[in-house]
């Protein structure tokens, strides 16, 4: 849930000359009929005084630059330019910017429902996967699929860097308005033409380790010793839910031990991530938020509802960041698991949300900081050193650094293990996740000792998630967006469905 805040009364972007004179004139002069110290007074002063030097720069230069410029594009470029010297995650999200900033929120758009990439030596354009039970599935659109026209125009002429937005532009579109494909199928020699009905498709944000015949993820690693595997690529709103969903599937299977693998984890929301840390902790602070302007809110876990008796560990690396820190961190901190893997990014700060232009477009604002249970500091600021206390760091023994090529042959391995449809499971090879492998060290170690040792909880009965649970996660207030720069967020969406 995104906190939304509200704009002037009767704001516009669109400014006419002299109206912005004449509004802080009427301003200062309301004020002078409020009785103010002259501390306030100077303040208020000075507030008014720099209004007053930003219209009328505005004006000479809609006035008197050499060339007409868009007094929009002036006005974005003044907001844009006051959020640099705030800090790198507050910003100001354009219309356009906000439809898809709402699309990772949401988990939902409409259109047919493939992950596209682009081959980076030829330009063209590939199907990673279909997703299952969509569109481009039904259609017979398969993985490894090179899309050479939509809707009549050839992606050849698509330009040169843009080729991923034009692509997913062109795919996505009103839910029912159908859209022309031409597919060239891996190992054919003429491509076809489908019709494809768009619809609303929606990305989870809960994977596994590969997806069974059905469609639908395993979430139980190979093997027989019965070892959860689950994937959270962000937070949004319906990720609670479906990490719920999936424990629920792993404790029907029999699962004796977990690991929760949040690499590459950007963020998301505040509740998201409270909620999914409530489900295995059942008591003390999860996380707690402080602001200027708020008071500090502590968010607590319950018990009804937790998910316990088994080990657990959780990966991270150097791009796990914020709500994976406050997962990641929080787990342990409780001692409810180890953490294994790189020193995460270190974003400490929390960002409201707030509408502009009655919902056209938004200001994302850093409006507090959050820490975890220990008290220590998970923020990177600009002039922090590699020796100072910020991020989530593994636990000792687990660190396992991965250079560049590491985490390349890492994305290669899952992008050949994520494809849907492969009729003899995923491909063999002989690639080894080396913090993988750690994580299950430590859990063959913990399963292998005597019932009572165990360094997970003592086992409690295991229970459907409560609604107590539920509506205490969703009613907090920290209803804020807690989440990396927004074109690393539309970089990662584009990555994934169209």
Not at 175 to 190: F, R, S
């Amino acid at each position: 849930m995104i906190h939304r805040g509200s704009t002037y009364p009767g704001a516009d972007m669109h400014m006419g000359r002299g109206i912005l004179p004449r509004l802080f004139c009427f301003l200062a002069i309301t004020a002078l009929s409020l009785p103010l110290s002259a501390a306030e007074q100077d303040k208020d002063d000075e507030y008014y005084e720099l209004m007053n030097l930003f219209v009328d720069t505005f004006e000479q230069i809609d006035r008197n630059y050499v060339k007409e410029v868009s007094r929009r594009e002036l006005v974005e470029a003044a907001l844009r330019g006051m959020l640099t010297k705030l800090d790198p995650y507050s910003s100001y999200i354009d219309p356009q910017d906000l439809n898809e900033f709402n699309t990772v929120v949401e988990q939902e758009f409409g259109g047919i429902g493939i992950q596209v990439t682009l081959d980076p030596k030829t330009r063209e354009l590939m199907v990673m996967t279909p997703l299952p039970g969509t569109p481009a599935y039904t259609a017979g659109i398969r993985a490894g699929d090179k899309i050479v026209e939509i809707d009549g125009k050839p992606t050849a002429e698509f330009e040169e860097g843009a080729e991923m937005d034009s692509a997913v532009k062109m795919m996505r579109g009103k839910p029912g308005d159908p859209v022309k494909l031409t597919i060239l199928h891996a190992g054919a020699e003429k491509p076809e033409t489908v019709d494809v009905t768009r619809a609303i498709i929606k990305t989870p944000t809960v994977l596994g380790d590969r997806y069974k015949e059905d469609g639908t993820w395993e979430y139980m690693l190979p093997g027989d010793q019965k070892i959860g595997y689950i994937r959270l690529t962000h937070f949004s709103r319906n990720s609670a839910d479906e990490m719920e969903h999936a424990l629920n599937e792993l404790k029907k299977e029999g699962m004796q031990a977990l690991v929760l693998d949040l690499r590459y984890n950007p963020g998301g929301l505040l509740q998201a991530a409270a909620a999914i840390s409530d489900m295995f902790v059942d008591d003390g602070v999860i996380v707690s938020t402080k602001g200027r302007n708020t008071e500090e809110q502590v968010i607590k876990a319950k018990q009804p509802g937790t998910f316990t008796g088994f080990p657990m560990a959780v990966l991270i690396n150097r791009y796990s960041a914020s709500a994976s820190e406050i997962v990641s961190a929080c787990l342990q901190d409780h001692h409810r698991a180890i953490v294994v893997g790189e020193r995460s990014w270190g974003k400490g700060s929390v960002q409201n949300v707030i509408e502009m232009e009655g919902g056209k477009s938004a200001l994302k604002l850093t409006t507090a900081s959050y820490h975890r249970p220990s008290g220590k500091n998970i923020h990177r600021f600009p002039k922090s050193k590699e020796t100072d206390e910020w991020g989530v760091s593994p636990d000792s023994g687990y660190e396992v650094k991965w250079t560049f090529e590491d985490m390349q042959h890492y994305r290669d391995y899952r992008a050949e293990r994520d494809v849907l449809g492969q009729k003899d499971g995923p491909p063999k090879t002989d690639y080894k996740d080396s913090q993988m492998e750690k994580a299950l060290e430590f859990l063959k170690a913990e399963m292998a000792k005597p019932k009572g040792e165990a360094k997970a909880d003592e086992k409690k009965p295991v229970e459907e998630k409560a609604e107590e649970k539920k509506s205490a996660a969703a009613s907090t207030s920290g209803a804020a967006a807690i989440v990396w720069p927004i074109r690393t967020l539309l970089t990662f969406l584009r990555a994934q469905a169209a």
